[in-house]
């Protein structure tokens, strides 16, 4: 079973950084595009960045110019590092990715369990 894993949420100050990865384990074929989702308390779920197989990036308005989305294709892995976060980028954080499994050869869209990132003020 393929399964997304995210990590590196925390606490941390306005101003300050942190830095998400999340990792896809299991039988993996490919995984086409990656994105991080983001769901502020009481709100619904939005989309924060997406990257492309081949490293394109696209963000929302909110978070473009602070925040940078990457992918280690080797390791399965996309990262989100976080700077100069504000309070109104608490939220929680999940992975998302198109992965096909070696077991279907088909492409899934799976996510992870999601990250708290608190930025207090």
């Known amino acids: 079973q393929v399964q997304p894993v995210e990590s590196g949420g925390g606490w941390v100050q306005a101003g300050g950084s942190l830095r998400l990865s999340c990792a896809a384990s299991?039988?993996?074929?490919?995984?086409?595009?990656m994105a991080w989702y983001r769901q502020p308390p009481g709100k619904q779920r939005e989309l924060a960045a997406t990257i492309t197989s081949r490293g394109s990036t696209n963000y929302a308005d909110a978070v473009q110019g602070r925040f940078t989305i990457s992918r280690d294709n080797v390791k399965n892995t996309v990262y989100l590092q976080m700077n100069s976060l504000k309070p109104e980028d608490t939220a929680v954080y999940y992975c998302?990715?198109?992965?096909?499994?070696?077991?279907?050869?088909?492409?899934?869209?799976?996510w992870g369990q999601g990250t708290q990132v608190t930025v207090s003020s």
């Open positions: 998302n990715a198109d992965i096909v499994a070696i077991a279907t050869l088909f492409v899934n869209d799976d």
């Open positions: 299991g039988s993996i074929f490919s995984i086409y595009a």
